[in-house]
T-cell receptor, first 116, second 115 residues
Framework: AQTVTQSQPEMSVQEAETVTLSCTYD???????LFWYKQPPSRQMILVIRQEAYKQQNATENRFSVNFQKAAKSFSLKISDSQLGDTAMYFCAFIPQRAGTYKYIFGTGTRLKVLA | EPEVTQTPSHQVTQMGQEVILRCVPI?????FYWYRQILGQKVEFLVS????????KSEIFDDQFSVERPDGSNFTLKIRSTKLEDSAMYFCASSETPSLTGELFFGEGSRLTVL
């Protein structure tokens, strides 16, 4: 079975500091995609960053970067220079890169609060 | 910017009643999805829909659930006879390309409370 685990239900960080959110996953697939989604309060989930498993280079999007460790099945999200607007639920998600698969598998989420 | 819209934002219903949750996906998207999240638990896949038929469904998506795209713009999830355990946030999503590579665009969710 494929699973995604986020072991930190809640985290907080001071504005301008750096925070890392953890995600581990379990799969027997070799090719897949990993995602971090952000859900601000009362808003829809939006994609933060995406990583293709076949790429060794870690994805970055401005202040957001990932540490992708394929052998360890780990996919953490680092937020640098945290801003108040980063306060949200963050979901790690996974999907095999296989034809006919449409099912994203999500973790339980990490609630991040950025403190002024 | 185009977005996925869902109605209602919150619905309260009695156990055994039928509920229809509505979604308007982004207009040029071809793939549509329903996910749900019971409070404090994982976001769970329910069903995906492409070319007017279900392309994949989970074990949660039993006979009491159905989806349809009645008019080419709306995408609905019907729960025929609600149970207490159906209380959850239901998210609609759409994508332009198969989920192999594409981003899912989510609505804000519909909170269903079954009493």
């Amino acid at each position: 079975a494929q699973t995604v685990t986020q072991s930190q239900p809640e985290m907080s960080v001071q504005e301008a500091e750096t925070v890392t959110l953890s995600c581990t996953y379990d799969t027997s697939e070799n090719n897949y995609y990993l995602f971090w989604y952000k859900q601000p309060p009362s808003r829809q989930m939006i994609l933060v960053i995406r990583q293709e498993a076949y790429k060794q280079q870690n994805a970055t999007e401005n202040r957001f970067s990932v540490n992708f460790q394929k052998a360890a099945k780990s996919f953490s999200l680092k937020i640098s220079d945290s801003q108040l607007g980063d306060t949200a639920m963050y979901f790690c998600a996974f999907i095999p890169q296989r034809a006919g698969t449409y099912k994203y598998i999500f973790g339980t989420g990490t609630r991040l609060k950025v403190l002024a | 910017e185009p977005e996925v819209t869902q109605t209602p934002s919150h619905q309260v219903t009695q156990m055994g009643q039928e509920v229809i949750l509505r979604c308007v996906p982004i207009s040029n998207h071809l793939y549509f999805y329903w996910y749900r999240q019971i409070l404090g638990q994982k976001v769970e896949f329910l069903v995906s829909f492409y070319n007017n038929e279900i392309s994949e469904k989970s074990e949660i998506f039993d006979d009491q659930f159905s989806v349809e795209r009645p008019d080419g713009s709306n995408f609905t999830l019907k729960i025929r006879s609600t149970k207490l355990e159906d209380s959850a946030m239901y998210f609609c999503a759409s994508s332009e390309t198969p989920s192999l590579t594409g981003e899912l665009f989510f609505g804000e969710g519909s909170r269903l409370t079954v009493l």
